[in-house]
């Protein structure tokens, strides 16, 4: 630091030293920026103010410093952190990633309330969508972690994909790292499970379950994003938990690796499975569960899912029923034993949690889908029937889940033997909803071998038009862990 600069200066002196900024040569730039900032008081406050009335030469040597500094001392943004908000919006466009990444570093700093999320949700996903390096993009993808939510899924997959094609940079390598934190805490087991396996029915299955009351678009744009890796990133991703400190959180990966259909996948897999068996632990999970953070707490449910039944499908069964939790934690414990294919736990659940009966149909959901179809859509379409009228909608997704298009019958029948008016009207906007969903030839076909009759009855009773199903937003689903 200069030792002539002064430690007191008005707001008005140093505006008029960040205006000089552009007359100091370009050697002794980085400095008269450093000169500014150690000034503290209002020195950095002003310098953000002022930020943007400088030539783009001179924004991007302050803008590194100001990235620098605000890395080394997050906490001295924290008041400035609507000021350094806008000043990213206003310099040059090639400023923006270092001072996106000052945002994400203050952030780190600051209990977010849902307004300052709101207001840094559209620069967290513009921000993926540009061209800056991946070093700062990783801080990128921690504001949406906490801005944006699932949001942001879609094109981290796709930047994962990119990024993972030059593996051997340090940046790309902590881009992918990060990346995978985020995806385990904003999309859950399915989403990282189809990293490994896009095309895994169970984990495409249980994704649209826990997805059900997000924007369905959203879950197509990941399931496309998805669809774009291929086995040689699936080594990628398995290589990369082997090599990581934090291999904790992803055994359903390892686990869907060893099942792979690619010889080198499940040899990765596999090499990935023997050297985290420690850390891998249904005991190491366990501690995770008395975690002071709620999202850690999630995210160690949702992990015990990936180990079998007899590791910790009790463990699970009675979290799901311990009436001291939350719903989200129940619910996601119900996830996990459906992950698990643990069907029997699933039913005990489903007729013993008399407490909350959305635990109740939610296991029963569940259960149905482990079931063979006929089997589970009986039970499903009976619970459907019965279900409280708050309940009608969570009840509908499985329903609607494990029917196929040729099960129309089964509904019609199910109209005519209603007991009451309530169950007609019920499965009247059910038959809507299904045959806009299961629209298509197979549809087509069933409903030709109808009898004439039912073929009239259903053309009353459900002709085509929008599904009535509440609007996602609408629905009451649980929260992930983030």
């Avoid at 999630?298 to 910790?312: D, H, K, N, P, R």
Wanted: charged residues 25%.
């Amino acid at each position: 630091m200069n030792k002539k600069v002064k430690k007191s200066h008005s707001v008005a002196e140093l505006r008029q030293m960040v205006a000089q900024l552009e007359t100091v040569p370009e050697k002794r730039l980085l400095d008269a920026v450093c000169d500014i900032i150690d000034l503290g008081g209002y020195s950095l406050a002003v310098l953000l103010e002022k930020l943007s009335t400088l030539t783009v030469p001179v924004q991007h040597v302050a803008a590194r410093k100001i990235e620098d500094f605000l890395y080394f001392h997050p906490e001295k943004g924290a008041k400035l952190f609507d000021r350094l908000l806008v000043a990213m919006r206003d310099v040059d466009i090639s400023c923006r990633p270092c001072l996106l990444a000052a945002l994400a570093d203050v952030s780190g700093c600051l209990e977010m309330d849902h307004l300052t999320m709101g207001k840094l949700a559209p620069d967290a996903l513009d921000a993926l969508d540009s061209n800056m390096d991946f070093a700062r993009m990783a801080k990128a993808v921690e504001l949406v972690v906490k801005a944006s939510g699932v949001a942001g899924i879609p094109s981290i997959i796709r930047l994962m994909i990119k990024s993972s094609e030059k593996l051997d940079s340090y940046a790309n390598y902590q881009f992918i790292e990060t990346s995978l934190m985020a995806l385990k805490r904003l999309g859950g087991e399915p989403v990282i499970r189809l990293l490994i396996n896009p095309a895994s029915a169970d984990a495409i299955r249980q994704l649209r379950m826990e997805w059900r009351s997000v924007d369905q678009q959203l879950l197509q744009n990941t399931l496309s994003a998805l669809r774009q890796v291929d086995a040689g990133f699936a080594q990628v991703m398995l290589k990369v938990i082997d090599l990581s400190d934090f291999n904790l959180p992803f055994a359903a990966m390892i686990k869907e690796g060893i099942s792979h259909n690619d010889k080198w996948v499940r040899q990765a897999a596999a090499a990935s499975m023997q050297k985290a068996s420690e850390t891998l632990s249904p005991e190491a999970v366990t501690r995770m569960l008395n975690d002071e953070s709620a999202e850690v707490r999630l995210m160690a449910v949702t992990s015990l899912g990936g180990f079998t039944q007899e590791q910790t499908g009790a463990m699970l069964e009675e979290l799901a029923a311990r009436q001291g939790d939350s719903l989200e934690i129940r619910l996601n414990a119900l996830y996990a034993l459906f992950a698990q294919k643990n069907r029997a736990a699933l039913e005990n659940l489903a007729g013993s949690s008399s407490d909350n009966l959305r635990i109740a149909v939610n296991a029963q959901g569940l259960a149905a889908l482990l079931m063979p179809r006929e089997e589970g859509a009986k039970r499903m379409l009976r619970a459907f029937v019965d279900t409280v009228s708050d309940l009608v909608l969570e009840a509908g997704h499985y329903l609607l889940e494990i029917l196929e298009p040729e099960d129309v019958e089964i509904l019609i029948v199910a109209h005519a033997s209603a007991v009451n008016e309530t169950q007609r009207e019920r499965l009247i906007d059910f038959l809507r909803v299904f045959v806009v969903k299961k629209a298509g030839p197979r549809l087509d076909h069933a409903r030709s071998r109808l009898s004439e009759a039912e073929q009239k009855a259903l053309a009353i009773l459900a002709p085509a038009q929008t599904p009535m199903l509440a609007p996602a937003h609408q629905q009451n689903q649980p929260h992930k862990p983030h």
